[in-house]
């Protein structure tokens, strides 16, 4: 324990002043002279003026990563195979259907968007709403006999 006769008053070291003379001395921990010693403005970065003269358009080209959406939920491809193995003739189709069939996954809890493709054959009678459609499997469906709604 201190006493009282060696007790010292508590006075913090001032930090050092920079550019009033003192320690750092000439350019003051600055390095050079003019525009870069001075207080307040700098120096332009010199790649922003070449960012500044690029062409700034919208849409593919410059700039595409700020402009497209890649993360727009794609829709699931069914082929006329599918719908002649998982279907009888004569039913209904859509994607909830797609879904309680597991022909199509449901993708986060959701019923995705459905395109049907003309890739391969069908001969069964068939009544399909709210799914896209290639040309082709429009054709192959209305020859089979089927309706599109």
């Known amino acids: ?38 207080a307040g403005h700098k120096k332009r970065p010199e790649i922003r003026d070449f960012i500044k ?14 402009t497209v959406w890649n993360a727009r939920p794609r829709a699931f491809e069914v082929t006329l195979t599918q719908l002649e193995r998982a279907f009888a003739s004569g039913d209904a189709v859509n994607p909830k259907v797609l879904v309680d069939t597991r022909v199509v996954r449901a993708a986060g809890g959701k019923i ?3 395109k049907i493709l003309a890739t391969g054959e069908l001969s069964k009678k068939l009544t399909i709403t709210g799914c896209k459609f290639s040309a082709g499997a429009k054709k192959a469906v209305e020859v089979a006999g089927g309706t599109i709604a």
Do not use: C, D, F, W
Not at 23 to 36: I, M, P, V
Not at 53 to 65: D, E, L
């Open 53 to 66: 003269k690029i062409p700034k358009r919208r849409g593919y080209g410059k700039n595409r990563s700020r």
């Open 112 to 114: 995705p968007e459905v």
């Open 1 to 38: 324990m201190a006493s009282l006769n060696t007790l010292k008053r508590y006075t913090p070291r001032a930090k050092a002043s920079v550019g009033r003379g003192g320690k750092r001395g000439k350019t003051s921990g600055r390095g050079t002279k003019g525009q870069n010693a001075r």
